[in-house]
């Protein structure tokens, strides 16, 4: 490894970093992290900090998680790689497969499909819910239907359902036919309506709306987060994801949950899905899955799409999509071992406890900081603060403000994560009470120095 004093010196001159402006990077680079334990990172000058992001939502158990560090590291020794594709199957592949039915058979998922990360996984839900219609004679059916503000990775067909165009502007075209509905959004949106169980409603009215204009035998699938979490985290009102099951159950539409962010304990349930009491046709998942520790992903699918699958022996019923990385062994290593921990931690509960906590805490910043103009959460540990620099005309707050309280808000112990105008905290789900409220005493320091 190289020295400090190299990587300071080279920090932003060969890389171009995700989401980010090339020469505003330069201008601002980001923070050099070299080392992690327990629910801190550590940067190159030797500052240690809560880490309130939990890497990117994926860091759940934490950054020192034993077992999962020792499957990857004797999975090395027994077989490093091999290939997932027709032939051959790397056996700790199926022991993962076997693992996930178990987990997710009561929500209705039988069948696994390895990816290598989240973005994989999302476009291959995409995929396969055109083929699934394909394979039944349905050739029409090749539009998606996705939120506004929703995120669905980075690759053409997340891009093109991703409902934020930040994401979207520099790369278009994207794909044809996707079709945009507003977000659950009770802070903004355009009926102006405040109450979270009418723009449940407002939303359902609008995607029937859209399924009668375009023509059910138009549309492939509704591909949601069960709560929006990149575009700010929106959970919708638990009345919504049901109201959009038997939609799209009236209109033989598929339902893919975006799981990439919910999953595995993050809301407070096992899955997003869960919470809200549904049962996807697919269900997309990566990031925790491995506890970050290795970039894996996962697309479960439901029974009565794996009948129409197997039972069909019809050229269109191969899978002809897949990754090098599908079922990596030291991935789907790293995965066995991060369930096994993630359910004897069983973290859940206190992702919930400590969610409630962090939420609350936000909600009694809010009083006190004329910055805040939207605290969000209440299921887990998803929290998202919107930042606006008028309450009364919430105008989103400016790049500079939004940097004094991330600096301020890392210069007394905490890293946090910066959206545009939203303040995201998903730190990890082991985090403790006394790590909750040095996020929020932090958080306070970085608000007081941005007024
Ligand atoms: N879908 C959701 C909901 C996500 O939050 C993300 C990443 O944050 C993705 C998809 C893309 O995952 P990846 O970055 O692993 O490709």
Redesign the pocket.
């Known amino acids: 490894m190289r020295d400090h004093n190299f990587l300071i010196e080279n920090n932003t001159k060969h890389l171009w970093q995700p989401m980010a402006h090339p020469a505003e990077a330069r201008a601002n680079p980001p923070k050099i992290i070299v080392g992690a334990e327990g629910v801190r990172i550590t940067d190159v000058h030797g500052q240690s900090v809560i880490d309130a992001v939990g890497g990117?939502?994926n860091a759940n158990l934490g950054y020192s998680c034993e077992p999962i560090k020792r499957a990857i590291a004797d999975q090395l020794q027994v077989l490093p790689y091999y290939s997932s594709f027709r032939g051959s199957m790397p056996g700790p592949a199926i022991e993962l497969a076997a693992k996930l039915r178990e987990w997710f058979e009561p929500d209705g998922l039988v069948r696994v499909f390895f990816t290598s990360?989240?973005?994989?996984?999302?476009d291959t839900s995409l995929k396969l819910a055109r083929q699934y219609h394909k394979i039944r004679g349905e050739h029409g059916r090749t539009k998606f239907i996705s939120f506004k503000k929703?995120?669905?990775?980075?690759?053409w067909g997340?891009a093109s359902v991703n409902g934020n165009k930040n994401f979207r502007h520099n790369y278009e075209p994207l794909l044809p036919g996707c079709i945009h509905i507003p977000a659950p959004y009770p802070y903004r949106n355009p009926f102006g309506e405040t109450d979270p169980a009418r723009l449940a409603d407002l939303i359902a009215a609008i995607l029937e709306d859209e399924i009668a204009f375009n023509g059910a035998d138009t549309i492939a699938a509704f591909i949601m987060?069960p709560i929006l979490?990149?575009g700010g985290v929106i959970p919708p009102h638990p009345s919504l994801m049901p109201k959009i099951r038997e939609i799209c159950d009236r209109n033989g539409i598929l339902l893919i949950a975006?799981e990439?962010?919910?999953a595995f304990g993050r809301t407070g349930a096992w899955t997003g899905s869960r919470l809200w009491g549904v049962q996807p046709d697919m269900a997309?998942f990566?990031?925790a899955i491995t506890n970050s520790y290795f970039?894996f992903?996962v697309v479960m699918i439901a029974e009565r799409m794996v009948d129409a699958f197997e039972s069909s022996d019809a050229r269109s019923a191969n899978i002809a999509t897949g990754y090098t990385y599908s079922g990596h062994p030291v991935g789907a290593a790293a995965g066995l071992a991060t369930l096994a921990e993630t359910r004897r931690l069983n973290v859940p509960v206190n992702a919930a406890a400590r969610g409630a906590q962090l939420f609350e805490g936000a909600k009694a910043l809010m009083a006190k900081h004329e910055l805040i103009g939207d605290v969000r959460g209440g299921h887990g540990l998803m929290i998202g603060i919107e930042c606006v620099s008028d309450r009364a005309t919430k105008t989103p707050a400016t790049g500079p403000a939004m940097g004094i309280v991330s600096e301020t808000t890392y210069q007394n112990g905490v890293m946090i994560r910066v959206s545009g105008p939203n303040i995201i905290l998903s730190p990890p789900l082991v985090i403790s009470g006394e790590d909750c409220t040095a996020i929020l005493d932090a958080l306070d320091a970085g608000f007081s120095a941005a007024a």
């Open positions: 990117l939502w990360g989240g973005s994989d996984s999302v929703g995120y669905h990775g980075t690759h997340g987060e979490g990149a975006d990439i962010i919910t997309c990566a990031k970039p992903g």
